[in-house]
């Protein structure tokens, strides 16, 4: 079983950044895949990046592309997604999910593990 606890949301203006934090209990942290994801009122879970376990390997949805950058320490046990540039779109409540077969996926249904959401609030 993995526990994983997200923070570093808040309320930022639009152009401003974040840095969000992914804890993950577990020796075997090192050996998974993790993804951000989002989710905004009335919407779907949507991707927004993943890391695979060694984090040789990122992936990012287009809207997010070259603003937001993913990465982790394993010996922390935490990933890490840094949102710069921010938008009133990416206003979300933002979660962080793991993959223990360590396979870098961009949907939800991919991931096992998930943590309980931090909220970022973009300000126009």
């Known amino acids: 079983q993995v526990q994983l606890v997200e923070s570093g949301g808040g309320l930022v203006q639009a152009g401003g950044s974040l840095r969000l934090s992914c804890a993950a209990s577990?020796?075997?942290?090192?050996?998974?895949?993790m993804g951000w994801f989002r989710q905004a009122p009335g919407q779907e879970r949507e991707f927004v990046a993943a890391i695979s376990w060694s984090g040789g390997s990122t992936y990012y949805a287009d809207s997010v592309k070259g603003r937001f950058t993913i990465s982790r320490d394993n010996a922390k046990n935490t990933v890490y997604l840094q949102m710069n540039s921010l938008k009133p779109e990416d206003t979300a409540v933002y979660y962080c999910?793991?993959?223990?077969?360590?396979?870098?996926?961009?949907?939800?249904?991919?991931?096992?593990?998930w943590g309980q959401g931090t909220q970022v609030t973009v300000s126009s």
């Open positions: 999910a793991a993959d223990p077969t360590g396979r870098v996926g961009v949907s939800a249904y991919e991931y096992d593990y």
């Open positions: 577990g020796r075997t942290f090192s050996t998974y895949a």
